[in-house]
């Protein structure tokens, strides 16, 4: 079956837009009307004059998109694809732990489900946190959800002192730092990039830290010709595509694998995608007033960006 030439007739069909992540498989990235990261996502899910969106990524993606649009049919290839940030950071203790900080200002990662979103003040993504984070009034304190990694990267960048969610991603916390620095004196003229859900020790190497569209740029602009990417490695495919002189290195995670990949973002695959747009299922649906509480934080985000 030529999955590809189905998913482009079932695109006019249903007069379809295809959103896919960085992560997802070449094949996929390649039938997609638009790769992105998490808020160039946002920003076309919002923008669209599809009548379907057909959301290649993880959950948390998909619902960004369907709260973004509440009358479209948004589709996901799989259902399951979630993600380790948005999955240890369920609502109910996210409430307690925001209760215990009443007068706190909360500033929510884009990786979190829908219900966690309701209960915050804003929304960031990797690629405007240190933005946004500038912008909360100085005189409010902070809390910072889920992931510590990045509210620790972000500390640092606003000097803004933030209470953090004890989250972690399970695919960046796996790279490690000693193989990192023996892989630097192998390749001693590659540039190091990092995405921030890294650990501090492993971004301490970097020479440019990035969401993943920052660090795709990075690596069209810069005069070097050689990187050593620390991030999952579906974003190389997008820099050989721009830059097919230079040389992309995917870091090794501590687990003796050679690459990096995202067990939720990889459930997609070409035939899943073929079959949920022609089944028109697995869909992405919301309870109105869940979506209206997630839509404000998540509107005053695309603003402040
Ligand atoms: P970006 O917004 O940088 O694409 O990050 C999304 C993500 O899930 C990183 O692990
Ligand atoms: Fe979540 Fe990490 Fe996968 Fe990104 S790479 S979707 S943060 S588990």
Redesign the pocket.
């Known amino acids: 079956m030529d999955f590809e030439a189905g998913i482009r007739q079932l695109k006019r069909d249903l007069n379809a837009v295809i959103l896919a ?1 960085y ?1 997802q498989e070449s094949e996929i990235q390649d039938v997609a009307d638009f790769v992105g990261d998490s808020l160039a996502l946002a920003q076309q899910a919002e923008q669209t004059k599809a009548d379907v969106i057909v959301f290649c ?2 959950h ?1 993606m998909a619902e960004t998109a369907k709260i973004l649009n509440p009358d479209k049919l948004v589709l996901l290839p799989d259902l399951d694809a ?5 999955d240890r950071c369920p609502p109910g203790p996210f409430k307690a732990f925001r209760e215990r900080h009443p007068d706190h200002f909360v500033v929510t990662y884009v ?1 979190s489900s829908a219900a966690v979103k309701a209960l915050s003040d804003v929304i960031v993504t990797s690629s405007n946190a240190v933005k946004i984070v500038a912008r909360v009034p100085a005189d409010r304190k902070i809390l910072f959800a889920p ?1 510590q990694h990045l509210g620790r990267y972000v500390m640092k960048q606003t000097g803004r002192d933030m209470v953090l969610w004890p989250g972690a ?4 916390e796996l790279f490690s730092e000693k193989k990192l620095v023996q892989l630097k004196v192998e390749h001693p003229d590659a540039d190091v990039i990092a995405h921030p ?1 890294c650990e501090a020790p492993v971004l301490a190497q970097a020479h440019f830290i990035g969401s993943t569209k920052q660090l795709l740029e990075h690596t069209v602009t810069s005069a070097k010709q050689e990187f050593i990417v620390v991030t ?1 490695a579906g974003i190389i495919h997008q820099m050989q595509l721009r830059s097919p002189g230079k040389t992309f290195i995917p870091a090794p995670p501590d687990n003796g694998c050679a690459c990096n990949e ?4 990889r459930l997609n695959t070409m035939e899943k995608l073929y079959r949920c747009m022609r089944d028109q299922t697995p869909r992405l649906d919301l309870p109105p007033a869940l979506r209206q509480a997630a839509y404000a934080p998540l509107k005053r985000m695309l603003e402040w960006s």
């Open positions: 992540h992560y990524g993880v948390f979630g993600c380790s940030l948005s990786n992931d991603c399970m695919v960046h859900e999952e995202c067990p939720h973002m």
